[in-house]
């Protein structure tokens, strides 16, 4: 299995809001590395109205999608106006089974199952979702870097009806390292830093196992420790996605039928 890490830098923050890309890279030799300083680049964008985007859609067809500032739902994205300004860019889809694609599917949804957001493959009725074309590789949105596993926009808070790349080609469409760098990506979207913590999902560090939005206090980092982004000394991407999404509601109880009153 090919590691996979994943992470954004934040370059400035000014009269605007400064996103860094986030960079998911999948490192071939075994060597765990920061993010090279080609691979990170400033976008701004206008403020935006309150509210996370409370579905996140899995994308397995092949996709077009032009430059702008994000619209998930008209195919949008902030990530390509960088990488390819000049017009559309398209995207092959997941090429990997019927069968991985629905473990990958149960996988996401597994990962944001205690919050209340929706993972789904089918997409949404309405215009309001965070969108994640799954498949292809960086070349295909004019990207330069094999490495790069994943593409999103962030700047430390939400960021709604975001566009986020997860491409699975350059992962061989495995399961596992797909699944954690959607997991990872779309969190950014959210506003989530780098966990130092090799457990959680929003880490650099080594693999240990299968990861998570872990419920613990920990310092923000890639491969030493650091502040997090807005000067907070840790945190916790369980209680971060709780504050955003809020918790999956408990599934409602059918009202008991009616006592019959006959006489």
Known sequence: MWPVIAGALVLAIGAGIYVGIVIARRVETGKWEMPAPGEVV??????????????????????????GQDDAPRGVSSVVQHYHPDGPVKLPGWKGSAA???KLVACVQKLFAPFDVVVTDQRPAHDDYVFVPVGGKPADIGGKKKSVAGLAPFHGGVINRPVVFAFAGAMRHQVQPTCETIGMEVAHA??????????DVMTYLKPCG?????????????????????GAPTQN????????????????TPAPPAKSTKK
């Open 42 to 67: 400033e976008i701004v964008l206008p403020p935006e109205p309150p509210g996370p985007s409370k579905v996140i859609f899995l994308e397995k067809a092949p996709v077009t999608i032009t430059p």
């Open 100 to 102: 991985s694609w629905k």
């Open 190 to 199: 959210y506003g989530l830093d780098h966990a130092y913590l090799c457990s």
């Open 210 to 230: 299968a990861k998570k939005f872990v419920d613990k206090d920990v310092p923000c980092g890639e491969h030493k420790k650091r502040a997090c982004h807005g």
């Open 237 to 252: 991407s369980y209680r971060a996605l709780l504050g955003v999404l809020g918790p999956k509601p408990a599934p409602s």
